[in-house]
């Protein structure tokens, strides 16, 4: 029996506005970012057996809204916590780029690793966790539907361990705020894309 696994990036922060990098940095959703959360909610037309977001504050409210008249509780889960972007954290790409040129190159470059300086120090570390707890979580809930209510990179990061694809692929696609991301896990545990960064709802 299949389970199915909805992967949800939260609803939009200030600093998604301005372009900066939150990783680890626990902030709140905007005014923009709850009305996504509530238009998703009111799209989604299936029942879900469990619901897991990461711990920070962003990922709360946004399970939180997607859970009520539901009768679930959300379940906090540190393996889907955002990747810790170590010194890139609250710059803007640009910024980032200006600031540390040689660090960006090897980040954007380095298809094994993904090495980055500080925090989680790499896409391949983040990779590894983010898998290893959709793979438990699908584990525990075997043949029923689960909603992990996430972030943009540990999302992204999460594909790319399931799939196996290089560290480099991490920019070469994109979450949106709210959007869904479908895995279906066979028996045996072998997963398939079902759909990605599904964002009717956001019309």
Known sequence: MNTEIWLVRHGETE???????????????????????????????????????????????????????????VLPCEGIREINFGIFEGLTL??????????????????????????????LNASNRAAATIREIAGKHSGKRILIVAHGGIIKAALIGLFEWKMTMYHHFYVDNTAITKIIFRDGGYPVLKSFNETGHLV
């Open 94 to 123: 640009e910024e980032i780029e200006h600031k540390y040129p040689e660090e960006m190159s090897k980040w954007r470059s380095d298809e094994a690793e993904g090495a980055f300086v500080g925090g989680d120090l790499s896409i």
């Open 15 to 73: 600093w998604n506005k301005l372009g900066k990098f939150q990783g680890s940095t626990d902030i709140e959703l905007s005014e923009e970012g709850r009305n996504q959360a509530k238009a998703l909610k009111n799209l989604i037309s299936v029942d879900f057996d469990a619901v897991y977001a990461s711990p920070l504050v962003r990922a709360v409210e946004t399970a939180e809204i997607l859970c009520r008249d539901t009768g679930l509780t």
